[in-house]
């Protein structure tokens, strides 16, 4: 329980204790455009990412006076995803509800940065979207209305008046689903940041175990061995990113931290910027190059996973199999890139390499842990 206790410390109203710092007086007269930012979260389940979300926002509210929205994706998780009944739900409608919520946020910037009204974008789940609208009325960023007896959702003032932070609170372990966000960041030229909240495994079981409803160990320790924490150096997307130790000293790391959200709204991503690397990861399909590249990439997936599990010391026969399982799905996905069909990559809008790759390790990690768990 050391982070739990560390970061009640760390963010809780600690520092302010009553200091209302200019409580009402919301007078900042802001560019609205360049005073609005999107942080990422990430770290593994119950590593305490909730909590800190929570109390970071309640400081940033006090002590800078901004908006800021928590976006926890497990609180808007809808309890029966489609065949989820009773279970964990698979990687891929993981993946559907993760896009779909983007798709959402997407809608409440728009009315944001154009100063409208919000409402369900064609084509969105009923749950999802009701819950992301109660999860944005909870915390005072929107609030309900009838025009013309049209029942809609209106922007608080201070969503308006304000420079608003939005903190996404997930895993977002894999690269490739924390730049689903940075993309969106892109298109609207908003801040981006990452945290990375860094948590010693076996904290993080221990406290996984106390829930309600704990994930199974094996899913924590796979995801422990996948995660792939933010690289500045290698992924020039990623510079704005800060990795907070559980055991950090408090008021360093909330100093860190308001150091690196004021400069993700002082910088917003140019879509210029970026043009190389866009070029360079939003690539289309259809290209016998990208179909060559996939292949590679998923065959070099595989034999590092089948190295795994050797270390894992499977049983032979049930690495034979694993091998079958993993080349099938590989074969799918190909051939899935190849006519244009939509067994694994239904739910994409643009079909990119990095999405494909991480669509399959979601697939993959599907399988593998069917395996994992066979043998515990
Ligand atoms: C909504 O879904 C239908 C059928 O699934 C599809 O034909 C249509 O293009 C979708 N519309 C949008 C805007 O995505
Ligand atoms: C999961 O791991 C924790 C920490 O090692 C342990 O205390 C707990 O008993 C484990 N739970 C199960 C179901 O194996």
Redesign the pocket.
């Known amino acids: 329980m050391r982070m739990r206790s560390g970061g009640k410390g760390l963010f809780s109203a600690g520092r302010s204790g009553g200091m209302k710092t200019a409580a009402g007086s919301g007078e900042v007269t802001v560019d609205r455009r360049s005073k609005l930012g999107l942080c990422v979260l990430c770290g593994l389940p119950a590593a305490g990412k909730s909590t800190f979300a929570r109390a970071l926002a309640l400081r940033l509210r006090q002590e800078r006076d901004w908006a800021v929205g928590v976006l926890s994706y497990d609180d808007m998780l809808p309890p029966a995803l489609p065949d989820g009944a009773g279970t964990q739900p698979r990687p891929s409608q993981w993946k559907m509800f993760r896009q779909e919520l983007l798709k959402h946020l997407e809608c409440f910037l728009v009315a944001v940065i154009g100063g409208g009204q919000m409402s369900a974008p064609p084509n969105s789940t009923e749950a999802v979207w009701e819950d992301f609208i109660t999860c944005l009325k909870k915390q005072d960023l929107i609030f309900s209305a009838a025009l013309e007896a049209q029942p809609c959702h209106l922007l608080a003032k201070t969503v308006v008046s304000r420079p608003l932070f939005l903190v996404l609170d997930d895993n977002f372990y894999y690269q490739s689903m924390r730049y689903e966000v940075y993309q969106l960041a892109r298109k609207y030229s908003l801040g981006f940041c990452q945290l990375f909240l860094d948590c010693p495994l ?1 904290t993080c ?2 406290r ?2 106390q829930r309600p409803q ?1 994930l ?2 094996e899913t924590i320790h796979l995801m422990e061995r996948k995660i792939e924490k933010p690289n500045p150096e290698k992924n020039s997307w990623e510079h704005n990113s800060l990795m907070i130790q559980s055991t950090a000293c408090p008021v360093e790391a909330s100093l860190e931290v308001t150091d690196l959200l004021l400069t993700a709204l002082e910088n917003p991503i140019k879509c210029v910027e970026d043009n190389t690397e866009q070029k360079e990861t939003d690539r289309i399909i259809c290209s016998t190059n990208i179909l060559h590249k996939a292949d590679e990439t998923l065959r070099r997936t595989i034999s590092q996973t089948m190295k795994e599990a050797k270390d894992e010391q499977i049983p032979l026969n049930n690495l034979k199999r694993l091998a079958e399982e993993l080349n099938r799905l590989k074969a799918d996905f190909l051939e899935d890139l190849r006519q244009g069909n939509r067994k694994y990559l239904c739910f994409q809008q643009t079909t990119d390499l990095s999405d494909v790759i991480s669509s399959f390790c979601d697939e993959r990690d599907t399988v593998v842990q069917k395996y994992f768990s066979k043998q515990h």
């Open positions: 076996e079981l221990l996984n175990g704990p199974p160990n």
